[in-house]
């Protein structure tokens, strides 16, 4: 029972979650790591280096970056960014948290990561960038249409940088607020 408990638990997660052996097969995947990349669990249980998520122009550098995790000379806990495809070519950002995958006895059997898609968070944060640069441009462009000096073209530049701090801030109180009324 308890193991079917857990079973519904990870198959319910939108985190996706993918296990390797020490020799870097895969060995599990979850509902929502498959969906992520658009393949089945059957296509990708047993596969090695190259991942067939992997995009072909970083599939080098991805086979160093785990050459150094699994040879121990990577930090296991720490979140990393990397770029995934989807099987029909989509690529994506996504955030790994890899860490050894131990018995009850401490004994490394592989790796087990968690993995989450960032592309809503990537999305978010580009707006908000180029959120505060409109207001900048439109604070300076305000300033110089109206003849203003260098310094006062600054601190309206600077002006517009707060405001779409202040804006972002309350955007973020807003969804906060929001979150909790669910």
């Given at each position: 029972?308890?193991?079917?408990?857990?079973?519904?638990?990870?198959?319910?997660?939108?985190?996706?979650?993918?296990?390797?052996?020490?020799?870097?097969?895969?060995?599990?995947?979850?509902?929502?790591?498959?969906?992520?990349?658009?393949?089945?669990?059957?296509?990708?249980?047993?596969?090695?280096?190259?991942?067939?998520?992997?995009?072909?122009?970083?599939?080098?550098?991805?086979?160093?970056?785990?050459?150094?995790?699994?040879?121990?000379?990577?930090?296991?806990?720490?979140?990393v960014e990397s770029v995934f495809m989807h099987q029909d070519g989509t690529r994506f950002p996504v955030l790994i948290f890899e860490a050894p995958l131990l018995t009850s006895g401490g004994q490394q059997t592989g790796w087990m990561s968690a993995v989450m898609d960032v592309t809503a968070q990537r999305r978010a944060e580009e707006s908000s960038r180029a959120s505060h640069e409109r207001l900048q441009a439109s604070a300076r462009l305000?300033?110089?249409?109206?003849?203003?000096?260098?310094?006062i073209e600054q601190a309206c530049a600077d002006y517009g940088q707060a405001l779409g701090t202040a804006f972002q801030v309350i955007d973020y109180v807003l969804d906060y607020d929001g979150d909790t009324q669910e």
């Open positions: 029972e308890a193991l079917a408990f857990r079973k519904a638990m990870e198959d319910s997660l939108v985190t996706g979650l993918r296990a390797r052996d020490l020799e870097g097969r895969i060995t599990y995947v979850n509902p929502a790591f498959c969906a992520m990349v658009g393949y089945g669990a059957d296509e990708l249980i047993g596969r090695g280096a190259p991942a067939p998520y992997w995009p072909p122009e970083r599939a080098h550098e991805y086979g160093e970056r785990l050459a150094l995790s699994y040879g121990g000379q990577a930090s296991a806990r720490e979140g305000a300033a110089i249409l109206a003849g203003s000096t260098p310094q």
